[in-house]
């Protein structure tokens, strides 16, 4: 069985992330929960994902590479607006980070995920972190889709706008 266990944090205003990056279009077949099914363009190539409930920083997670063709086809039957983002890898306090740029209906939303091998690793947060979401519904992929964060009101903003990074 394939297991994900990440923690999620916002990023501070300052952070310029180095290289092209990966831009990303995601949707969603399912939202349920307890088994979301995701569709993804990265790069040019497409991605089928199902995932299941998130249990604090776990869930089960199986993705398979699917023909691009077969992406964008699957992406027009998926709930709008779609996810847009550009995605850098930094590695970072000794630990590979994914740090999302969001666009479109999600412009303005920053956030970094870092893999990891158990609940108990040891994380050091590089200083361009700002504060931890993990849990937090509002932040998952799948919850941006109907309550896009252009949306979200000054309280549901809380630790935006992003804090700078000190000098």
């Excluded at 497409?46 to 993705?63: D, F, I, N, P, Q």
């Excluded at 590695?91 to 740090?99: F, I, P």
Aim: proline residues 6%.
């Amino acid at each position: 069985m394939g297991v994900e266990i990440e923690r999620k944090f916002t990023v501070r205003v300052d952070f310029c992330p180095q290289g092209a990056g990966t831009e990303m279009a995601q949707g969603y077949l399912s939202r349920d929960p307890q088994r979301t099914v995701r569709v993804r363009l990265a790069g040019g190539r497409g991605y089928l994902t199902v995932k299941g409930e998130t249990r604090g920083m776990v869930r089960a997670e199986y993705e398979y590479e699917i023909p691009p063709t077969d992406a964008r086809a699957m992406l027009a039957l998926c709930d709008s607006p779609l996810v847009e983002k550009t995605r850098y890898v930094v590695d970072a306090a000794g630990r590979r980070w994914e740090v999302d740029v969001f666009h479109g209906a999600n412009d303005g939303l920053v956030v970094a995920e870092v893999e990891l091998p158990s609940e108990t690793a040891e994380v050091t947060l590089p200083a361009w972190v700002d504060r931890e979401v993990t849990g937090e519904k509002r932040y998952y992929n799948s919850s941006l889709i109907v309550h896009p964060y252009h949306s979200w009101t000054a309280e549901e903003k809380s630790g935006y706008p992003r804090v700078p990074v000190e000098k």
